[in-house]
């Protein structure tokens, strides 16, 4: 199987538009934030898609390099740094939101852990 660049281009497109809308709403003061319901769910939301969007990044590359399976959404990311990648991402902050995520804080070994 072969990276199907559109769909990755497009994912990469949502994570852009989310990262900018996450911006913009860090722009506002705490009590604007988190006084209005509505905002703080937004970010929230925005948050969450931008991870998952990466996390299918990252598991779309894996299977078209025809590397092991990620065993949950930490996983991809280190899987990703086995197979040698360069992806920004495999050893960032996006990485620990989905160890996080996973709830499998050891999910990578010593040399993989991100330096956050």
Do not use: W
């Amino acid at each position: 199987m072969s990276v199907d660049t559109g769909r990755v281009r497009a994912l990469l497109d949502r994570m852009a538009e989310e990262e900018r809308q996450l911006h913009r709403l860090a722009a506002l003061s705490d009590e604007e934030l988190l006084g209005d319901p509505d905002r703080l769910a937004s970010a929230k939301y925005r948050f969450i898609v931008a991870i998952e969007a990466a996390i299918d990044v990252c598991r779309h590359i894996v299977s078209a390099a025809g590397l092991r399976a990620p065993s949950d959404f930490a996983d991809a990311f280190c899987v990703l740094a086995e197979g040698g990648s360069d992806c920004p991402g495999t050893h960032s902050r996006t990485h620990v939101v989905a160890v996080a995520s996973s709830r499998t804080p050891n999910a990578c070994p010593p040399g993989l852990r991100p330096a956050c």
